[in-house]
């Protein structure tokens, strides 16, 4: 009966600890999307563009620092790679 309690007591715990997490966790998601889309907003969209077309747009051009290459330069290179190696590549036929 005694562990049977601990068990309910660590449940109640568990539950009050996991819920004000959540509720931390959204807040600061929350408020941090609005800075972004502020940001966004005001410096990088184009003209007639919105927030979430900018945001697209701009996933598609970041850069890699280290490959200097853009994220859709890596895609198809990746997927060149897979071809490459399902099909060979059009160097081993020259």
């Known amino acids: 009966m005694a562990k049977s309690k ?18 931390i966790k959204n807040k600061v998601v929350g408020g941090y999307t609005s800075i972004e889309d502020k940001f966004v907003d005001q410096y990088l969209t184009k003209d007639g563009e919105t927030v979430d077309e900018a945001k697209k747009r701009l996933n598609g051009e970041s ?19 897979c071809f490459d190696e399902e099909y060979g590549s059009d160097q081993d036929n020259v």
């Open 63 to 81: 850069l890699d620092l280290l490959t200097g290459k853009t994220v859709r330069n890596k895609m198809e290179d990746g997927l060149r790679q």
């Open 6 to 23: 601990l068990v309910k007591a660590n449940k109640k715990i568990e539950n009050a600890v996991v819920g004000g997490f959540e509720k």
